[in-house]
């Protein structure tokens, strides 16, 4: 028997979706994937979820939401899903060496933090190298940092970082934010904070001595490279959705989002639906996902009816 609905990722969106099909007997499998609770467990406070005023670790509200889900019946699967077939119903996900039948699929694989691709990155990650402010600002206390990226999230990190940092400097490879205005106005006009433009980096200097001590910085528009010394370094270069599995499966958009119908989480194929941040480039908030979790599970709920 297949069953009626499996949801794929354990964010605050597949919690939710969860949650809400749970309670409407569906008996949903959800698989948690290869980072369970997602980004939220890469955070450490979270202030802004409507019902926790003194505000909640992430890894406590997604372990909470975790909870709610299973006290419904929710069947819990810590499985990477490797494969998936929406060609005819019922539809086959594949974790490991088994396949899995379910008449509907709720999608919410989430996004990722991008890279900037570098091996000296990689090398260095976590020590000295980061992709969150929120998470590890607090080590930067009287240090230098630069923030690479020209976007709201990069204007926001590196106001945030100017609580630790004593010096913060955005590095972007163009003259020009792509930031909004008021977002860019407000660390323009932050003392702690300067601008390098035009610039790339290109390499991450310390590796041989295990933690970051500057970047090479190339000039986009001269060529010239030179060194610039460093305590950190916060990549806020946009994010990447968790959709290599739906390629040419279902329609994505030009940045590989997963598209839905407006209003809906409705994906290209009848039955699957999609959730939370695989499929919202513009608001990537904990609540936006999970209440696009509930919605899911609504529409998954009467189309199965
Ligand atoms: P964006 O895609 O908006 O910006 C990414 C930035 O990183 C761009 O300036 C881009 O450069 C640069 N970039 C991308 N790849 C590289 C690379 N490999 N090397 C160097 N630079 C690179 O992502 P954000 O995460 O900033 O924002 C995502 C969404 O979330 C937006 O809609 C934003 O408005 C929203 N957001 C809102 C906030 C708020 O309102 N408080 C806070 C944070 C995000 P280029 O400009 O040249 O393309």
């Not at 929710?74 to 499985?79: G, K, L, P, Q």
């Not at 933090?113 to 992709?131: T, W």
């Not at 996902?289 to 189309?303: D, K, L, T, Y």
Request: glycine share 10%; with cysteine.
């Amino acid at each position: 028997m297949p069953h009626n609905l499996i949801i794929i990722g354990s964010g605050p969106a597949g919690w939710t979706a969860a949650i809400y099909a749970a309670r409407a007997e569906l008996k949903p499998v959800l698989f948690e994937g290869p980072e369970p609770g997602g980004q939220l467990m890469t955070t450490t406070e979270v202030e802004n979820f409507p019902g926790f005023p003194k505000g909640i670790l992430g890894s406590e509200l997604m372990a909470n939401m975790r909870e709610q889900a299973k006290r419904f019946g929710t069947e819990i699967i810590s499985d990477n899903v490797t494969a998936v077939d929406f060609s005819a119903r019922p539809f086959k996900v594949t974790a490991g060496t088994n396949v899995h039948e379910a008449n509907s699929v709720i999608i919410s694989t989430g996004a990722t933090a991008r890279r900037l691709g570098l091996e000296s990155e990689k090398a260095l990650y976590g020590k000295g190298v980061s992709a969150c402010a929120t998470c590890d600002g607090f080590f930067f206390k009287g240090k230098q940092v630069i923030v690479v990226g020209g976007g709201d999230a990069a204007m926001e990190e590196a106001c945030f970082l100017t609580r630790f940092a004593d010096k913060v400097t955005i590095v972007h490879r163009r003259a020009e934010f792509k930031a909004s205005k008021i977002m860019q106005e407000r660390a323009l006009a932050n003392p702690k904070i300067q601008v390098i433009w035009n610039s790339a980096v290109e390499e991450i200097l310390g590796v041989d001595i295990g933690h970051v001590t500057g970047v090479k910085l190339k000039d986009t528009v001269t060529g010239e490279t030179r060194d610039m010394a460093i305590d950190g370094v916060f990549a806020a270069i946009g994010h990447e959705p968790t959709t290599a599995l739906f390629k040419n499966i279902l329609d994505l958009d030009e940045k590989g989002y997963i598209k839905t119908a407006p209003d809906s989480t409705c994906t290209s194929i009848q039955g699957v639906f999609a959730a939370g941040d695989v499929q919202d480039a513009k608001y990537r908030q904990a609540i936006s996902a999970a209440g696009s979790g509930c919605m899911a599970a609504i529409e998954a709920e009467r189309f199965l009816a």
